[in-house]
């Protein structure tokens, strides 16, 4: 059994009638079309030793709805998709924005910027391979699936290493 997640924040503002309503609305309209849906849940784990915050940034605007923060060994649930069809990757760079910086114990910052920005001597460009913005970059598993569901997990893991890229990227 699947645990029922908000995925849109905004629409809990809303009276919980309405989003019941919508909800079923939308499994009926997905029944009655045929084909197949799918669940793909987007996680940030931190291996690091260290308390992470990552916040997301459009045309230099903080995201403040993205904003997460893990503890040591913490794994968080940062973004989940659920629709028609086939899931297209890992959600949560999708829709984080153009640019986002990690910060180290509230202290050691670096900046993953995205396909149509320019890497500075302090960033991870898109290509980098811990860029948190390119799909690449994330662990894949597909939990089950069948004709008519398709339960996929995507995660970024933190790691010692990036904490260490971060302090060089600081000197």
Known sequence: ?????NYYPNISKMNNGLNVLFFAIYLLTTASCGGGTYQANTYFENRTGHRIKVEPYWNKVLITDGVK???INENQLVN???GRG???GATYGDIAGDSIVVTFDDTIKVSHVGKNKAASPKSY???HPRNILNRKNYT???LGSNKKFTD???RYIFTAEDYQDALRLNK
């Open 152 to 154: 996929n997990e995507y």
């Open 80 to 82: 989940g998709e659920f």
């Open 86 to 88: 086939t899931a297209m």
């Open 125 to 127: 460009g898109y290509e």
């Open 1 to 5: 059994m699947h645990k029922l997640i």
């Open 140 to 142: 894949y598993m597909l």
């Open 69 to 71: 923060t893990l503890v």
